[in-house]
């Protein structure tokens, strides 16, 4: 009965002890950062981007026409 109540409270002992120096549980995670740059913010640059590269790939199809001669 003796080595089982030592069993016992060497168990209680380490127990507690553990459980008493463990490290809190971390935060939840928040909410992720914000992107980088909204596209509201720089639309008109993206429309005359598209606009000028049309006009770019139109005017290179119109310049390089092959002209063949019998």
């Known amino acids: 009965m003796k080595i089982r109540t030592l069993k016992l409270l060497a168990i209680l002992f380490l127990y507690t002890s553990f459980s008493i120096s463990a490290p809190p ?10 992107p980088g740059s909204p ?10 981007s598209g606009f000028l590269l049309g006009i770019f790939f139109i005017w290179k199809r ?3 026409k092959v002209i063949i001669k019998n």
């Not at 549980?25 to 914000?34: E, S, Y």
């Open 39 to 48: 596209i509201n913010s720089e639309i008109s640059k993206l429309i005359v």
């Open 25 to 34: 549980a971390p935060p939840p995670p928040g909410l992720p950062p914000p």
């Open 62 to 64: 119109k310049n390089n």
